[in-house]
């Protein structure tokens, strides 16, 4: 029992007494409540609290007590940091110690940010204070730097006369190094510390000097895994936006291939480079993809793709309506073509824009290969297409809704395959094919050494085991197998997707309406990827609309000689590429006398 | 505005509307609702067509192979060892053609396909009305499609049918390959079942069809069958048939031996005819020129100087022109045209064809002039 009576309580029982006017001038002092009562009122008031507790009220009564003493930190560096006079409270006052409090209670309560103080000049010692981030700061750098910074102003010194005129000096010296620069707003400047460079604030100095100490940490410029090539470039981007860039202009080294730099993400804060050649893009095109970029308002920019739905106009369809690659001679010969390149900091593969669907075709080794040996190889992703799409429905539609359309052998033999089989040629095609995607999908999270084996050992065991247990034919695996292997013949690997996707659909059109619902769906596949465009370009050009001319780089790639011209549908500003005709060796003077003396002046 | 915002729900309403009508036309248009897998299906791959022993009764024989014989066939086909039964015949007997099928139907338990029909093998003891029934209801047979061979047999259709070769398993199969290669056989006598209704809805021309015989190896087919229409008029012997052959452009690998000069033999004898029938006098005068191609084969002298290659051609020339006379006669003495000389007149002279009259009448009054010009070749001649 508490030991000492509410003063509220006791308030409350006290009768009512009748008021009494004071009126023979006696003037008392007032009734006041004496320290001991508040003691008591206070005391009582928490009991009653206290009683209601429940541990995690404690807990969350700690993160209160955490949260305002932090706070209170904050606004105590915040008010050091306005202790001079100021415009406003994102300048930077030239007073040290409230920057360093301002710091120290905002992003200093980081572990990774590093404050440091330290003193400038010998003779009357100047404040100043540095910070950068562990880890994407170069130690090395900010050494360098500061041991030159001290050392500019010990030589102003003995030259200025002044403060102002010493401070003057030094940044007139420092800045002209080329990777310091200044900045006054504490908004910019927290930016380009976040991003790994180097603050000084020196004192009475309203400059607050930025050193580039940036040290990405990167992963090394490896071969590219995604998209391999038999006979041409390994190199692939890393995360790196600046490597991204180097990569590309160390192999373009145009003075024209500009790279236009956009920040985006609240948050983020994600660099995203904008490049395209000058006076070989249509300039249009460029505009456009900026303008499409900049009605993105973004919080955070993690991926690349999430620019996707900005840049398209139909995001929702089923094929991928941008290009995206890893490895840098793809880049720059879509950048030769006269299209623009997305580069997004952190993401290895840029976005390409505007793409076709027959960019998804293209590799590198069509073109580090001769012309026979390109054309043979899209003719076979053509077939591939083709077969791995249409196949499994095929044989749905034959075997169970149109079979005197197959030769009367081939009726035979497939018959014979299904006997005892007690499911209908659609369960078949989708045991096999479920039994497909498990395996590819096993294969694709396991450690390569094991997928390797998972695959294999899927591929034959399952393979045999199914055909044995008579649950399907085995026609019917080798026309699966064609086709899940057919299906990733495509280059670019988001380009199987919408062909594994359609095939369900196919599969259910064949099964209820033959090969009349094969083609059916096969017309509203291809009238879709018509009505795809991008920035002004048909999806499925040049085969429509027809562009015969540019017919040249499609299923078929024409000798080099021929590919005098950029894409069409482009409208680059050079629609042609200089190259000369290689001249006929044979032509010289001194080979033309030789194979005269050799074969008489009457042959060729 | 509000008018515009009460109609927007009612188009949307109407657009899915017509989307689901049009889905469910589309359905409904597939007619594949009785759709069912091969195995499921009973796969005739020959049908019979002959007389029943009843009179005015059609019997139908089905060829249908084993659940055996379709799993030997997955293995390689050919003519393999397996002891089982290949195949088996379901009979049905009806007075015409769907009472038939129907008494078939009930002796097997699955669905009888006839889509993949290869042979067709009418008797020629089908009267002319049995065979105008029989053709009319496979024409009129939804699944089957109109390219099946048709052959004939004098002898009883379910043993041409039952009988297997040496070559295939199944006489399908046998027929398939033989007719498939036209350069193979000695005469092309390959005829589809719409060429066949065809000719026989043509005037000025008469209905072939190969005529099979059985042999311990498996068939011969070294004849033909000649309608007039819907009747079956007579079967032209080998050496006829191979005249046939000659004017009728079908001729391969038909043989002829000179026993004058030399005792020489060709081999590979192809022709190519050209028919020019003319009117003279009221009188249709036909032309035949007959150029034919054969290769040497043997030569008594065993040498063949160009002179004695001259010589034979020139003899094989009498001996061609002499054959054709005697086929042609034969043709206008049975009122039968099987090269179609009519068909020829009708497209290009079709008023002096409707003036002959009735073509089997016409036919045989035809003047007919046979010249026959043989170019022989001898072994690793390019021409």
Sequence with gaps: ?604 | MIRSMGRAPTSRVGKAGKMVAAGLLLLSLSGCWNDRALNERDLVLTMGVSPAKKSGQVELTFQIPTPGGLTSMQAGGGSGGSSSPQFFDVQGIGPNFPLAFTEAQAKVSRDLYLGQIEVLAFSTKLSPAMLHRAVAALDRLGPMDKTPYVITTMGSVTKVIAHQSQQEKLPALYFETLFLCKSCQTNALGVHFWQFAERLHTPGISAVLPQVDLSSSGYTVDKISVYRGYHYVTTFSPSLTQDYGLLADVSHKNGLFLAKPFQSGLRAVDAKTSIRTTLAKGRLKSTLDVKVKATLDSISTYTATPTQVAQVAKAASVVLSRRLDHFLALTQKLDIDPVGIGRRLDSRHPSWFKAAGPWFKAYPRIDFKVHVQVHVRRIGDLT
């Excluded at chain 1, 000492?4 to 006041?32: C, E, W």
């Excluded at chain 1, 001290?150 to 003995?158: D, G, I, K, L, T």
């Excluded at chain 1, 997305?342 to 590198?364: A, E, H, K, N, W």
């Design chain 1, 1 to 604: 029992m508490w030991p000492f009576r509410p003063r509220s309580t006791a308030k409350s029982k006290k009768p009512a007494q009748p008021v009494i006017p004071n009126r023979l001038g006696d003037t008392a002092a007032p009734h006041h409540e004496s320290p001991a009562e508040r003691l008591m009122e206070a005391l009582s008031s928490s009991e009653k609290i206290i009683e209601g507790i429940i541990p995690s009220d404690l807990g969350i009564l700690e993160d209160l007590i955490t949260e305002t003493k932090s706070m209170e930190n904050r606004l105590d560096g915040l008010l050091d940091d306005m202790a001079g006079p100021k415009e406003s409270m994102d300048v930077f006052s030239g007073n040290v110690a409230g920057a360093y409090q301002r710091l120290k209670n905002t992003m200093g309560q980081s572990p990774d940010i590093i404050i440091r103080q330290f003193t400038l000049g010998s003779k009357s010692p100047i404040p100043a204070v540095l910070s950068f981030v562990d880890g994407l700061a170069s130690n090395q750098m900010i050494d360098q730097d500061i041991i030159a910074l001290m050392q500019r102003y010990e030589e102003a010194e003995s030259q200025a006369t002044s403060t102002d005129e010493l401070h003057r000096l030094v940044m007139e010296r420092i800045a002209s190094v080329g990777h310091v620069s200044m900045e006054t707003q504490w908004t910019k400047l927290s930016v380009k510390l976040m991003a790994g460079n180097t603050v000084v604030f020196i004192e009475g100095n309203p400059h607050v000097l930025i050193m580039d100490t940036v040290k990405y940490p990167q992963r090394s410029v490896s071969r590219a895994q995604t998209e391999r090539s038999v006979s041409g470039p390994e190199q692939s981007f890393n995360e790196v936006l600046l490597t991204q860039m180097n990569l590309i202009r160390r192999q373009l080294r145009s003075p024209e291939l500009h790279f236009d730099s956009v920040t985006m993400g609240s948050m983020t804060q994600t660099s995203v480079v904008i490049a395209h050649i000058e006076g070989l893009t249509n300039p249009e095109l460029v505009a456009a993809v900026k303008r499409r970029l900049a009605t993105a308002k973004l919080d955070a920019l993690q991926y690349a793709e999430e620019l996707s739905p900005y840049l398209v106009e139909n995001p929702h369809s089923l094929f991928p309506q941008i290009r995206r690659s890893e490895r840098v001679d793809v880049i720059i010969r879509v950048l030769l073509m006269g299209k623009v390149a997305i580069m997004v900091d952190g993401c290895p593969r840029p976005l390409t824009v505007p793409s076709t669907f027959m960019d998804f075709y293209q590799t590198t080794d069509d073109y580090t290969a001769t012309f026979w040996t390109a054309s043979l190889a899209r003719a076979v992703r053509l077939i591939a297409i083709i077969l791995g799409f249409t196949l499994p429905a095929l044989y749905i539609a034959l075997t169970s809704v149109n079979p005197d359309l197959l030769p009367t052998k081939l009726v035979l033999t497939i018959a014979g395959s299904r006997e005892g089989i007690p499911f209908p040629p659609i369960f078949e095609v989708l045991i096999m094919w479920i039994i497909i995607e498990v395996l590819r999908e096993a294969s694709l999270r396991l450690p390569q050494s094991m997928s390797t084996t998972i695959g294999t050992v899927g591929a034959i065991v399952v393979g045999t085991a199914v055909v044995k247990a008579g649950i399907v034919s085995d026609i019917l695996i080798v026309i699966m197998t064609l086709a899940a292997v057919a299906l990733f013949a495509a280059p670019v690997f988001e380009m199987a997707t919408p062909w594994r996707v359609l095939f369900w659909v196919l599969i259910a059109s064949a099964y209820l309406l033959g090969i009349y619902g094969i083609i059916l769906t096969l017309m509203m596949v291809i009238a879709h990827l018509v009505s795809l465009e991008n920035f002004g370009v048909a999806y499925l050009t040049p085969f429509g609309p027809l562009r015969p001319r540019d017919l040249q780089d499609t299923w078929l790639r024409l000798p080099y000689s021929q590919l005098l011209r950029r894409p069409t549908q482009l409208h680059a500003i050079l629609p042609g590429k200089k190259r000369n005709p290689p001249t006929n060796l044979m032509n010289h003077p001194n080979l033309a006398k030789a194979k005269a003396r050799r074969w008489g002046n009457g042959r060729d």
